[in-house]
């Protein structure tokens, strides 16, 4: 569309990439360092715009646009947050208890961050990097008992308590049994922790109480007016492999969702805890693309690494990496009357 790119480039050793930002709303303070950080990414040496009239007209012609980006605020509900609030609480005990004790602690490790910290779980990792250094191995099982932990507390904002709390339940009994001769310290955290999470899954289970989340009730809302397009294909982005998991088997569940919403889920192959083969990875994409699945749910590594087909409907369940993620995603609705949707909670700070 510029004259200099309409010719094959003289240097063939570092990429000609055409970025098409809509800027318009932004200051030029912004609009300039947006930019710079974007060709500082991606190891630009240039910058060029589009000038003449007439190649604007030619872009607005073949450039599909989204016909809604917005993003979606959920307002905070009582009754819901009372009780995320009170499990959180007691998971956050349940560490505390768990790095107090000199039975569950015996060499009285601590990281440096206290658990409402920003950074908690930065410090975690990296009290562990020291653990492994120094091969003391009960500590590196309790802070892996506890990053575990603390990953699914964080998530009772997103999903359902019961979801968290099984799914938590299911991880740690799947480590524990695949070690054929756990030491004793393993056992005594492996037991403290199934017994608070059967004993809080039981109580859901007595209760009958009908465990929701308004983030989730509003992906059921944009999924089911979505499915009355012909041949739609939606594309929700989580940032950790259980939400993919989690939120798929919760769409599989919803009644109303039956007859017009078949989700799939897929993960990046370089994760730790990934658990398909990239045989059943192409196996999934074929029929998403073929319309087997309708909906896909994915890791955010997945976006940029593979080939999924074109969308109708992109959705970001809470959470934005960075700005390249975020036309990395975009990218992917490129259909015509395409959507790109962020589901957020209301008053929770986001860099767009």
């Known amino acids: 569309y510029i004259d200099e790119i309409l010719r094959p480039p003289l240097i063939l050793d570092h990429p000609l990439i055409l970025l098409l930002l809509d800027l318009h709303r932004s200051s030029p303070v912004h609009k300039t360092n947006h930019l710079t950080v974007l060709c500082a990414i991606f190891n630009c040496f240039t910058i060029t715009s589009v000038l003449k009239k007439d190649n604007e007209a030619e872009l607005e012609k073949y450039v599909c646009r989204t016909s809604e980006d917005e993003i979606i605020c959920i307002t905070k509900q009582k009754k819901f947050d009372i009780l995320r609030l009170s499990i959180e609480k007691e998971l956050s005990n349940l560490i505390l208890q768990l790095f107090l004790s000199k039975d569950t602690n015996p060499l009285r490790i601590f990281p440096e961050k206290d658990i409402e910290m920003n950074g908690y779980e930065q410090s975690l990792e990296i009290l562990k990097q020291s653990e492994q250094k120094k091969q003391h191995f009960p500590s590196v099982i309790l802070i892996n008992y506890i990053l575990a932990i603390y990953r699914h507390l964080r998530s009772l904002a997103d999903l359902t308590p019961d979801l968290v709390l099984s799914d938590l339940k299911d991880y740690f009994e799947m480590t524990y049994k695949s070690r054929e001769h756990p030491i004793a310290v393993d056992t005594l955290i492996y037991n403290k922790c199934q017994s608070l999470l059967k004993t809080k899954l039981t109580d859901f289970e007595e209760s009958e109480q009908i465990l929701l989340n308004p983030k989730l009730d509003k992906l059921v809302e944009l999924l089911k007016k979505h499915a009355e397009k012909p041949n739609s294909r939606a594309l929700i982005l989580v940032e ?111 860099i767009l």
């Open 240 to 350: 950790r492999t259980f939400y993919a998991q989690k939120i798929c088997e919760f769409l599989q569940n919803q009644i109303e969702l039956k007859s017009t919403i078949k989700p799939c889920w897929l993960i990046s192959q370089n994760g730790l805890d990934s658990k398909k083969s990239n045989k059943n990875e192409d196996s999934v994409l074929i029929d998403f693309r073929n319309g087997v699945y309708n909906v896909m749910i994915s890791t955010d590594v997945v976006r940029a690494g593979l080939d999924i087909p074109e969308c109708s409907l992109v959705l970001r369940y809470d959470f934005v990496p960075d700005s390249i993620g975020t036309v990395q995603a975009r990218v992917r609705a490129r259909r015509t009357n395409c959507v790109y949707y962020l589901i957020t909670t209301k008053g929770r700070m986001l």
